[in-house]
Each structure stands twice: as structure tokens, then as C-alpha cells.
């Protein structure tokens, strides 16, 4: 039980808010050494863990030179001006929309983006700018909620509808796993398994964006009352 | 032979951070100068020839990379506010333009994944098949930047110089999912799972088929909060509780218990700091002041969504 502990402090150390790569990385070592290794043996377990994934950062990194580059033109900007032509527009309805396209390609094993390819330069612009009346300007919390609901969007279409027609990822993990353990299961079971949920999924998020959309209107409403 | 490896990719990403360690060391107004080029130095080496340096030279340079930021030396600088008219204008002159660029980065990397693996010329292969996607995406990212500079018109610098600027907003959240990943294979190794896994079967009365289906979601969901990974979670778990109590004991459907399994352990995804390329790193690059503010929109759907997926499976696993 002992090696739990590092588990421990790590939860501690994001409850009190400390910097979670410096939690991480402490935990981790103290794990490696209640585990039984040497201090260098960690280390070097953690570079060989790291020279593995580091791809993880592929993504990202050749990604920000054109948002960058693209927003320093006007990209939002343009993003915004778009969707003020389509009146029935709101921040939810751009939110809800985006989870259902990203779910309906992973559905086909795709990605069509993620945070830094699809959300930053184009999908939070398009919901801000549609959230955004004429002569009143989002407010900086307004801002956030939207922000926070677009990444949802995205996170939330990516997880829950992998994989039901063209397997690429966690069904085939599962199969792969019941197969070491001598269980029989067949690809297509676990793709029919899948798809209530991905349908609950998309009646969730009408939900949460609906009530985004309610708490964006009470705000205007009650500003429009004051002037 | 492989003529595009992953590595050569990761080693041009790591002259990219090299540039930008260059432009943050020659920028006499930032307020954090020597320690954040020495951050995106150590980064660069990293990055560019983790393969080429022993393991525990790279362990290392990434314990020098957290110590400078536990001690506050990283930073980003106060950008200038760019000119909201000035912007305005460009967008209305280029319009619609400016959108190529980023739709190009899906299109190619979706046509390239699939076409990349099988382009052969007898013993040599373009890329190896089982980097096709990642490496399709990166060819996707160069042709939209080519892209990019065409239509505005600007020098490669300015990019370097603009994308450094949303790298710096990131700052230590950039490392975080790798670190994490590190993290989940020392536990692994530790047998970290498998004592959690006993704790569970010890503590929760499972010989009820309903208490094992909710002691299963229930152990998914929290075991991918404390991991950030449903990857991870889902051997532990399965084999520590559903396996030996929900098909063994009860006999249930293991395609069933499975993917509703996998599914909670999702929604536990959406809730956890541990997930940061999920949660922690988009906060950051949306500029978002909380940075849990991503997980606490998602905690409903998270709450929702999994209490469907508990009730489906008590209603059709046995």
C-alpha cells in the first residue's frame, strides 16, 4: 500500500493548487522509489517514458505558427463577421454543432482537429461572434463560459463516439485485451455497445449548450432593462 | 529504409523551440529572459534528439526543465495588444482567405494518413506505416503554414515570432500530457493498479451483481480521474473486478461490461487535471484565467453521461 502514496501527494498537491508539472514529476519519483528503484533509475525511466510520447507535442507545436500568424491578419475577426450573417446563430448552437461533427467523424476513425487546429483559431471565434449582439460587447466571464463550452464540445465529440463504424483505437484496445485474457468477443458487438451513448451524448450536450444559451440571454436581458 | 522517420519531424520541432530560446534571449524587454530561453533550450535538446542521448540524460534535462519552473523563472511577456482596427481591416481584405490555411492541416493529414503507409519504392518506404497519421498531420501543419505565409504575406520569422508567442502561453502545460504518460508507466511498473484494484474488491461487498457493475463504472471513472488515462484504467480494473466478478461470478456479457466500462472511464477523462492535454493545456490556450474552468463545464456532461452508462449496463450486462 505503501506505493500509493504517491498517488496521494499528487491529488494533495492539485488540491492545494501547487504547479502540476512540478506535482507530477514529484510523484512520480516517489512512486519509482517506493517502488523499489534507484533515484536514476527513474530519472532515466522518465527520459525513456518522455523520448516515447514526446510526439504528443507534434500537434501542437507545428500548429501555433499558422494560428498565430493567421489571427495576427484578422482571423477571428473574420471568424466573427461570418456567423453574424446567420441570425439564428448562438454560442450553443455553434458548440452543439461542432460536437456533433467532430463525434460523427470519429465515428469513422477520424480526426478532423483538435484544440489548437480546430477550437482556438476557428470554433470559440465563431461562438463568441455569434453570441455577441450589436453594441454589446461580451464580458470577460461571458467570454470565459463560452470558451470553456467549446473546448467541451470538442473533448466531449472526440471521446464518446470512437470508432462504431471504422475501429482504429479504444475498441480495438478492448478486443485486443479480451483476447489476451482467452474472451471471446466480436468487433462488432463492441461497436453496437457503443452507439447508445453516442447518442446520449448528443442529447447532453443540447442540454449543457442550451443552458449556456439561457445564461448568455439573462445577462442581456438584464443589461438591456438597466439602459 | 524509411525515408520520412517520426524523429526527423520531431527534430525540425526542436529547432523551432530552438529559434524561439534564440528570439526570447535577444529580446532584452522580457521579464523573464535567461530563465525562459534556458527553458526552451533544454526543451529543444529534448524534443530534437531525445533518441540519440541516453535515457537518464534526458530524465534529467527534464527534471532541470521542472525545477525552472517550480522556482518561477518561466515566463510569458506582456504582449502588445495588436491594433483591433488594424486587424479588422486585414480581415475584411482578405476575407475568406484566411481560413484556407487552417482547413488545408485536416484535409491533407486525413488523405495523407491514408495514402502515406503504401507509397513504396521496392525496399524503400516513404513512411513507416505505423507513424503514417502522425507524420501525415505534420505534412498537413507545413503545407497550411506555406499556406499561411502566401496569403499574408509575411516572413517565416514573423511566424516563428507569432507562433512562439502562443508556445510561451502554454509554457510548462506544453510537457505536462508527456510528463503524465512518464508518470503512468513508473505506476505501472510500480504495481500501483494492482494494489488499487485489490482495495476496491476488498472494500465493496461485489458479490451483488449490481454493486460490481457500479463498483466497475464507479472504479473506471475514478481510477482515470487519479490516472488521467481510461487506457491505463481499463486493464487494472478490468481485471481486477470485472473480469472475476461481473462475467466470472455473474456471468455477464464481456462485450457489454467492456466498452460501457471504457465509456465511464471517459467521463472521468472530462473531469481530471490528470488529463491536462485535454483540460489543462486547451484552458491555457484559449487564454482562460481559470485554468480548471474547461473541467467544470464538463462536469456535468461528465455526471450525465455516466450514470446513463451505469444504468445501461445493470439493465443489459446479465
Known sequence: ?????????????????????????????????????????VVAMMGQFFT?????????????????????????????????????????????????????????????????AMVRPLIAPLAEGAATAPRAPLSEPQRADIRAHAAAAENVGNFFSDDIVVAVGALLLIKAF?????????????????????????????????????????????????? | MTLLTLDLFL??????????????????????????????????????????????????LLLAITLLVATKQVGAPRFPADDIVLKEARAKQLGNRLLWPVLVVPCVAIVGGALLPQTNFGSWSLVSPKHGAQ????????????????????????????????????????IL?????????????????????????????VQFPFIAVLAYCGGMALFTILLGNAFAAFPVMTLGVGLPFIVKAHGGDPAVMGTLGMLSGYCGTLVTPMAANFNLVPAKLLELRDEYAIIKAQAPFAVAIWAFNLIVMAVCVY
Open chain 1, 1 to 41: 500500500m505503501l506505493k500509493l502514496l504517491g498517488l496521494l501527494l499528487i491529488g494533495a498537491g492539485f488540491a492545494f493548487r501547487l504547479n502540476p508539472l512540478f506535482v507530477v514529476v514529484v510523484g512520480g519519483l516517489l512512486t519509482g522509489v517506493l517502488g523499489g528503484l534507484s533515484i536514476n533509475e
Open chain 1, 52 to 116: 516515447d510520447n514526446r510526439a504528443l507535442l507534434l500537434p501542437v507545436i507545428f500548429m501555433v505558427p499558422i494560428v498565430g500568424l493567421l489571427e495576427r491578419h484578422g482571423l477571428q475577426e473574420r471568424m466573427a463577421a461570418l456567423i453574424r450573417r446567420a441570425t439564428a446563430a448562438t454560442a450553443g448552437r455553434v458548440a452543439w454543432t461542432y460536437q456533433i461533427l467532430r463525434g460523427l467523424t470519429s465515428v469513422f476513425g477520424l480526426s478532423i482537429g483538435n484544440h489548437a
Open chain 1, 178 to 227: 479480451f483476447d489476451t485474457a482467452g474472451i471471446a468477443v466480436s468487433l462488432r458487438e463492441l461497436q453496437l455497445w457503443s452507439l447508445p451513448t453516442a447518442l446520449w451524448v448528443i442529447a447532453v450536450g443540447g442540454w449543457r449548450y442550451r443552458a449556456l444559451d439561457a445564461r448568455l440571454r439573462r445577462v442581456a436581458t438584464a443589461l438591456k432593462t438597466k439602459s
Open chain 2, 11 to 60: 527534430a525540425l520541432g526542436g529547432a523551432f523551440l530552438a529559434i524561439l530560446s534564440g528570439l526570447i534571449a535577444t529580446d532584452e524587454s522580457h521579464p523573464q529572459r535567461w530563465g525562459s530561453a534556458a527553458f526552451w533550450l533544454l526543451l529543444a535538446v529534448a524534443l530534437g534528439a531525445g533518441p540519440w542521448l541516453p535515457s537518464v540524460v534526458v530524465g534529467y
Open chain 2, 135 to 174: 507524420i501525415a498531420l505534420v505534412l498537413g501543419c507545413l503545407s497550411g503554414l506555406v499556406l499561411a505565409l502566401r496569403t499574408t504575406g509575411e516572413r517565416p520569422l514573423v511566424a516563428a515570432r507569432e507562433g512562439g508567442r502562443l508556445l510561451q502561453l502554454l509554457g510548462w502545460a506544453l
Open chain 2, 177 to 205: 500530457p508527456t510528463m503524465l504518460a512518464a508518470l503512468g508507466g513508473i505506476m505501472g511498473r510500480a504495481g500501483v493498479g494492482d494494489a488499487i484494484a485489490q482495495l476496491v474488491a476488498a472494500v465493496l461487498p
